[in-house]
């Protein structure tokens, strides 16, 4: 949730900014338009899906490193230093 303003505020700005390619009319407009839509959709779609499904996982990880899991703190031979 720290970071949700940051992610949200660089999704907007680039729909924002694709919006004049997504909406024009213009010469060349066959070319732009399809391709800001996608990028708008896929912008969209990474922000959500991102937002669903990371949480989950890293809670997952989180206990698999916890119980001494797969997932070991510090690699094989490092020292950790805090």
């Known amino acids: 949730m720290e970071r949700l303003r940051g992610s949200l505020m660089t999704t907007?700005?680039?729909m924002?900014?694709?919006l004049p390619a997504a909406?024009?009319?213009g010469v060349g407009s066959?070319?732009?338009r399809p391709l800001a839509i996608?990028?708008?959709g896929g912008v969209l779609l990474v922000a959500f899906l991102t937002r669903v499904f990371q949480p989950p996982l890293l809670v997952l990880v989180q206990r698999q490193d916890?119980?001494?899991g797969p997932y070991p703190a510090t690699p094989t031979g490092a020292?950790?230093?805090e």
């Open 12 to 14: 907007l700005v680039a």
């Open 16 to 18: 924002v900014g694709l």
């Open 23 to 25: 909406i024009s009319r």
């Open 30 to 32: 066959q070319t732009e």
């Open 38 to 40: 996608v990028v708008i």
């Open 66 to 68: 916890s119980r001494g």
């Open 79 to 81: 020292v950790a230093t």
